[in-house]
């Protein structure tokens, strides 16, 4: 595909949805957009973000994260350049023996071959077996479309040859359970059927499968539909785990207003009200017993409009209880926000 091809496609998905933000055409193209550190059951995990060329699909409708990325090409020498960056940054340095789990994203598709080079991903993958010694789960962040049976291979061989084993886990953005909602209100793009596609390619190599989901993700679904569209969401992916066999997790991420999107408009009409955590607890202890691994996404990434966050004062207590969730999966704790037991921090 030509290069103003792809720009012509993310051009057209941010038109289409009414986007009004712009790119970050002055980002140091060869330093990484994001990295932070997160804890869950694995130990220490890494989440870096990488800036290259925006998501070609840039249509879901509360979503601004292309604006973090470059409307033009990113080559594979300045991602190589920021795969370099992120081995030398004191804090990977200093953490780099007890990093047991990475999440790679570049706030689209690390697997779209058109927007991130195939070599660095190469590169990418080999300077963490040289770096990571303590790595068990390796985590990339796609859409569906664009796995091929071809780079499944290959991940596979290159995982093989670390000192340690590592697993590949697989990111997609599914955002809502039901179909309307997804993909003719949110414009997400992605049917069953394409996801059960992606499942089935997934259990021979044994990979696994992470899927990001959005507690009331637009405008007009109110607080007791926000919970169940994701109780709905658990009961599926626990059916498809148990037929294929693959391992899955919901990453239920609850929705803040992103500037720049029809959602912040609808925010500053009065039509939208972020999810409470309580909310997002009722919502997550659902899958107790299920067979269905959940974290919950406590960070909004600092895209918030002023006002536009799930997260609001005097409620550390219950952001502490659902870390410790996310590192013990005890739905205990879950009980405790869901019933509005504040308490102090979790023990």
């Known amino acids: 595909m030509s290069v103003e091809r792809v720009e012509q496609q993310i051009l057209a998905g941010t038109l289409r949805t009414g986007k009004t933000y712009g ?40 979503c601004n994260l292309p604006s973090k990325s470059s409307r033009r090409p990113v080559g594979y020498r300045p991602l190589m350049e920021q795969v370099d960056q992120l081995f030398r940054a004191p804090e990977v340095l200093a953490r780099r023996a007890q990093i047991h789990k990475v999440i790679l994203s570049n706030n689209g598709s690390m697997l779209d071959e058109a927007t991130f080079s195939s070599t660095a991903l190469i590169y990418l993958f080999a300077r963490m077996n040289q770096h990571l010694p303590a790595l068990s789960v390796v985590t990339l962040e796609t859409r569906a479309e664009y796995v091929d049976l071809a780079e499944l291979e290959f991940l596979a061989r290159v995982l093989k040859e670390a000192d340690t084993p590592r697993a590949l886990e697989l990111a997609i953005g599914f955002e809502a359970f039901d179909e309307r909602i997804r ?59 148990r037929r294929s066999g693959v391992k899955l997790n919901l990453h239920l991420n609850p929705t803040y207003v992103a500037a720049g999107t029809r959602l912040a408009e609808s925010f500053a009409r009065g039509e939208y009200v972020p999810p409470t955590l309580r909310d997002v607890a009722r919502a997550a202890r659902h899958a107790r017993g299920k067979g269905l691994s959940l974290f919950l996404g406590l ?46 921090a979790a023990e």
């Open 23 to 62: 790119f970050d055409e002055a980002h140091d193209p060869t330093r990484p957009a994001q990295m932070w550190f997160q804890s869950a059951p694995e130990g220490e995990v890494l989440f870096v973000v990488f800036y290259s060329q925006a998501c070609r699909w840039s249509q879901c409708l509360g």
């Open 183 to 241: 993909n003719e209100l949110f414009f997400k793009g992605l049917s069953l059927r394409v996801f059960e596609e992606l499942v089935a390619k997934l259990a021979p190599y044994g990979f696994a499968l992470k899927c990001y989901f959005m507690q009331k993700p637009v405008p007009g679904v109110s607080d007791a539909a926000g919970i169940a569209d994701i109780e709905a969401a658990i009961d599926y992916l626990a059916e498809v785990g």
């Open 299 to 344: 960070y909004d990434e600092g895209l918030a409009v002023p006002g536009g966050s799930f997260l609001r004062a005097g409620e550390e207590a219950c952001v502490a209880r659902l870390e410790e969730f996310n590192r013990t999966q005890d739905y205990a704790l879950l009980d405790r926000v869901a019933e509005g037991d504040g308490g102090g």
